[in-house]
């Protein structure tokens, strides 16, 4: 499928329009046979059928057979995100246990952070800074759950260059040895 993001997307969320599917998602960290669910806190799954086994390049992204991507008669959306310097970042990290610095290169802080372990289970957490993103508990949602906004903890902090991400137990999203991706905007 042709697109026109001049850049290679490095996260794609594809959703079908015409009939109940789940919200499907590429990240570039584990490349072109795996897929995560927005709509679920699964860790990350694997099946050539859903990207045809290709990566996406700076003009297409390929799709398989699958039902959740490319079924005839159905309709769908997808969304392609990738890193601009200084404005965006699509990355990953490998939690320490504690609290560490994710650089995004940016020089005045996140706007908006989306964060996801794909190692186990875990949600896909969201901040911004029209609701905070400050040094203490800053609130957060949840794409794959109906809770509500949750503002009793302090799993991110401030930092010019991108953002801080603590280990608390309500989000878990600096285990130690966990593995997650995140998508930034400055």
């Known amino acids: 499928v042709a697109h026109s993001l001049s850049v290679i997307p490095e996260l ?3 959703k079908r329009r015409s009939d109940t599917e789940d919200w499907t998602v590429y ?4 490349g072109a046979s795996y897929f995560l669910n927005l709509n679920a806190s699964d860790a990350v799954a694997g ?3 859903i990207w045809n086994n290709t990566a ?3 003009s297409v992204f390929s799709l398989g057979a699958h039902s959740r991507v490319n079924s005839s008669g159905h309709t769908y959306i997808a969304y392609l995100f990738a890193t601009l310097d200084g404005i965006s970042k699509v990355g990953s990290y490998t939690g320490n246990g504690s609290s560490q610095t994710i650089s995004c290169g940016f020089s005045a802080g996140s706007r908006f952070i989306l964060i996801k372990r794909t ?3 875990g949600d896909w957490y969201f901040w911004d800074s029209a609701r905070g993103i400050v040094a203490g508990n800053d609130g957060h949602l949840s794409f794959n759950t109906e809770t509500a906004e949750v503002t009793s903890d302090d ?3 401030p930092h010019n260059s991108g953002f801080i991400v603590n280990q608390v137990s309500a989000t878990n999203i600096n285990v130690s040895s966990g593995t997650y991706i995140f998508y930034a905007i400055a």
Not at 27 to 30: E, K
Request: glycine share 0%; with cysteine; hydrophobic share 35%.
């Open 119 to 121: 190692d186990a289970v």
């Open 47 to 49: 099946t050539a059928s």
């Open 155 to 157: 799993s991110v902090d």
């Open 12 to 14: 794609m969320i594809c």
């Open 27 to 30: 990240n570039s960290t584990f």
């Open 56 to 58: 996406p390049t700076s």
